[in-house]
C-alpha cells in the first residue's frame, strides 16, 4: 500500500512518520518511510536547490520542473521496487504538493502540471492521501520555531492561503483517496487520528485481499440469472 501525507507548512507531517512507522512495524507491517522532495542521492541534492534561500530568482517553471525530476528518479528507484515488495511505503509529501504549490500557490495552469505529474510518477497514484490540515498563519509560525525555514516557506502568505485552499479542493475532489485530519489539535491527538485512519484503509485492502475472484461457473451462474432477471422484466413478470 502507498500512503502520502500532506499538508501546508508546519503541518507536522514530517514529525509523526516516524511513530507511524513504529506503530505499525509492532502491529506486523514491513514499512518503508521516505520523503519528497529527497529519498535519493539525486532527490536529496535537488532537495538542496530548491529549498536553498539564495535560489531567490528561481522560476515557478523551473521549481515545479525540479521538483518532478527528483519525482521521477524516487518513483523509479524507490517507491515501486518497495510496492512491488509488498511493503507498505509511507511518503512525506508526493505529487499532490505540486498540484497545490506549484499549480494553485503558483497560480500556473492546473491542466499543464498535472500533465508534467503524471508524467513523472509513470501515472502511479497513492492509495491513501492524508491532508493534515493547519490555519496557514499557524503552520508558518511553527515553522519558524522549528528553524527549518526554505526558500519554499519564503513565500508570501497569500501563497500558503492559496496553497491549502488547493488541498481542499483537491480532498473534495477525489474524497474516497483522501483523509482530512485536523493538525491543529494537540500532537497525541493529530497522531491518534492518523492512526485511526490509516489502520481503518489497512483493514479494507485486507478484506479486498482476501476476496476470492469468481470462478467461471459462478460466472455463468451469474449470467444466467441476469438473463432471466432482464427477461422478467421485459415480460412485467416481477
Same mark, same amino acid.
Not at 90 to 112: F, K, N, P, V, W
Not at 182 to 201: H, M, P
Given at each position: ?143 519558524? %520555531?522549528? +528553524? &527549518?525555514? =526554505? !526558500? ?13 485552499? /488547493? ?35 489497512? %483493514?479494507? +485492502? &485486507?478484506? =479486498? !485481499? ?13 449470467? /444466467? ?14
Amino acid at each position: 500500500m502507498f500512503i502520502t501525507l500532506e499538508g501546508p507548512e508546519g503541518s507536522g507531517k514530517t514529525s509523526h512518520i516516524p511513530y507511524l512507522v513504529e506503530y505499525l512495524r509492532e502491529k506486523g507491517h514491513v514499512v518503508f518511510p521516505t520523503r519528497e522532495p529527497g529519498g535519493t542521492s539525486i532527490g536529496e541534492q535537488i532537495r538542496e536547490v530548491i529549498h536553498d534561500l539564495k535560489n531567490v530568482e528561481m522560476h515557478p517553471r523551473a521549481e515545479t520542473l525540479l521538483y518532478q525530476a527528483a519525482r521521477a528518479q524516487i518513483v523509479e528507484q524507490v517507491i515501486k521496487p518497495r510496492l512491488a515488495d509488498g511493503e507498505i511505503v509511507i511518503s512525506d509529501r508526493y505529487y499532490d504538493s505540486t498540484i497545490a504549490y506549484q499549480g494553485y500557490g503558483h497560480q500556473q495552469d492546473l491542466e499543464q502540471v498535472r500533465g508534467l505529474v503524471k508524467y513523472a510518477t509513470g501515472g502511479l497514484v497513492p492509495d491513501l492521501t492524508v491532508l493534515l490540515d493547519v490555519d496557514v498563519e499557524e503552520g508558518l509560525r511553527r515553522k519558524k %520555531k522549528d +528553524d &527549518e525555514w =526554505n !526558500r519554499m516557506d519564503a513565500y508570501t502568505v497569500e501563497f500558503h492561503q492559496r496553497v491549502r485552499a /488547493g488541498y481542499l479542493e483537491m480532498v473534495k475532489a477525489e474524497p474516497s483517496r483522501w483523509a482530512v485530519v485536523d493538525a491543529g489539535q494537540k500532537w497525541e491527538s493529530v497522531q491518534e487520528g492518523l492512526r485511526k485512519v490509516i489502520v481503518g484503509r489497512l %483493514k479494507i +485492502d &485486507e478484506i =479486498n !485481499r482476501t476476496l476470492t475472484p469468481l470462478d467461471k461457473q459462478e460466472k455463468d451462474e451469474l449470467r /444466467g440469472i441476469q438473463r432471466k432477471s432482464s427477461k422478467s422484466l421485459k415480460n412485467n413478470e416481477w
